[in-house]
């Protein structure tokens, strides 16, 4: 890819994400999960919009995580999000509303909120 097309790439993102965001949001009953997925890492954290601040946050690079060996990047998000939603539960968080970043509902994502639904968060 040129420098052109991935900013394109990275435009349409916004646009999906922005789009998200305008419907989307959290409460302290029922946070938003928020789920970025970068080159290397996976970050999710579920936000509370009305104080500001977020109530549980988590990464590929966290203490947790960070010595476990996966075997592909899908496993690695179905394990951020089983972990997420044990922190979550530890809490008393039981629901949330899913953000997922203006990225696509598919792969990665889609693993990472499979892991959360394992680990007990309704969406």
């Given at each position: 890819?040129?420098?052109?097309?991935?900013?394109?790439?990275?435009?349409?993102?916004?646009?999906?994400?922005?789009?998200?965001?305008?419907?989307?949001?959290?409460?302290?009953?029922?946070?938003?999960?928020?789920?970025?997925?970068?080159?290397?890492?996976?970050?999710?954290?579920?936000?509370?919009?009305?104080?500001?601040?977020?109530?549980?946050?988590?990464?590929?690079?966290?203490?947790?995580?960070?010595?476990?060996?996966?075997?592909?990047?899908?496993?690695?998000?179905?394990?951020v999000g089983?972990?997420?939603?044990?922190?979550?539960?530890?809490?008393?968080?039981?629901?949330?509303?899913?953000?997922?970043?203006?990225?696509?509902?598919?792969?990665?994502?889609?693993?990472?909120?499979?892991?959360?639904?394992?680990?007990?968060?309704q969406f």
């Open positions: 890819m040129n420098k052109s097309q991935l900013i394109k790439q990275r435009e349409r993102r916004n646009r999906r994400r922005h789009r998200i965001r305008k419907k989307v949001s959290g409460t302290p009953e029922r946070p938003r999960m928020v789920v970025y997925r970068g080159l290397y890492n996976i970050e999710v954290q579920l936000v509370d919009d009305f104080a500001g601040h977020s109530l549980v946050g988590l990464s590929t690079r966290s203490k947790d995580l960070s010595e476990v060996k996966f075997d592909s990047r899908v496993d690695q998000g179905r394990e089983k972990v997420l939603a044990a922190k979550a539960r530890e809490k008393g968080i039981d629901k949330v509303v899913f953000d997922r970043g203006g990225f696509l509902y598919h792969g990665i994502i889609k693993a990472v909120a499979d892991g959360a639904r394992e680990g007990g968060l």
